[in-house]
């Protein structure tokens, strides 16, 4: 049996500033996706991940086109006698990577059943193409983050070369990530936020200065293991992401939730205007608290690890 996973990710700073390559931190966590191959008497694409209501509806095209990208690059076509299951713990939501995850996940299986010999980079690469494919243009973080797992930060080369990516040393450390319900496009919130930077370009020349403060602020306080901090830059970051119009109602309720619960920060991470709130819990306890206060008001919640090497 060929087999292959591609983790979750959650963005700790850079959600949307690095798609314009601005340094980002990101973080695998423990969840991820995981796709079967076998052989068969016909094509056939099973999808049996878990998921948010209406997720895979609303992104059955980009996980068609994810796919179709997948096949090509293997040289497989509909006539091709083989079974892809996908399957894992990764709730699919919007935020968490998800696509990247499956991306990473099947083309490590078919590296595996093709006998490709592919290295990480490689499978890097393959799973970012899908990821363009289904999604739009993408900054890469999602896919390097389901490919290599563990802390990373990451620069997108914007002309097209390597990025840049920097395994970060960080304590582990409990979040809670607590789902809105909504889904979103990432291709559409994307070209949504650059319109708003063409017609902005001082509010946003303005923010991606206040953006590098907390990059570099937050770096530090990761390697140093200090949470007081790293909360209160999230909560910075969400501000930040708020007047970037990618927040939205829901997101600014649930904020309230956490941190009335006492998480030490939160934030909207990834795509946003739904998706999920990461939030900053140290310990079992206060992860257990605040997952308590989202379920309480019937908001699913997912208590995971950030800082965790694959
Ligand atoms: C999506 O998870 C993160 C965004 O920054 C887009 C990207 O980096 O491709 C919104």
Known sequence: MNSGKGFGKTILFGDHFVVYGHPGIASAINDYAETVIEDSDKFEFIDNRPATQGYKEKKKNEIQR???????????????????????????????????????????????????NFDDEKINEIAFKAEEA???PASGIDNTCAVYGGMISFTKN?????????????????????????????KVVV???????????????????????IYEKGLNALKEGNWKELGKLMNEKHELLKQLTVSCDKLNEMQKIALNAGAFGAKLTGTGRGGLL????????????TAKAFEEKGIETRKTKIGVKA
């Open 278 to 289: 990461l939030c900053l819990t140290p310990g079992k306890e206060l992860q257990e608290k």
């Open 191 to 213: 070209g949504e936020v650059k319109k708003w930077k063409e017609s902005h370009p001082e509010k946003f020349s303005e923010l991606e200065k206040k953006y590098l403060k």
């Open 158 to 186: 914007l002309e097209g070369g390597k990025n840049k990516i920097e395994l970060i040393e960080s304590k582990e450390c409990e979040i809670v990530l607590a789902n809105s319900g909504i889904t979103q496009e990432t």
């Open 134 to 136: 289904g999604s739009g």
């Open 66 to 116: 994810q796919l179709n990208s997948l096949m090509n690059f293997f040289e497989l076509n509909e006539n091709s006698k083989i079974k892809i299951t996908v399957s894992g713990n990764l709730k699919c939501a919007s935020g968490v990577g998800a696509s990247a995850a499956l991306a990473a996940s099947i083309a490590r299986a078919l590296n595996e059943k093709f006998k490709k």
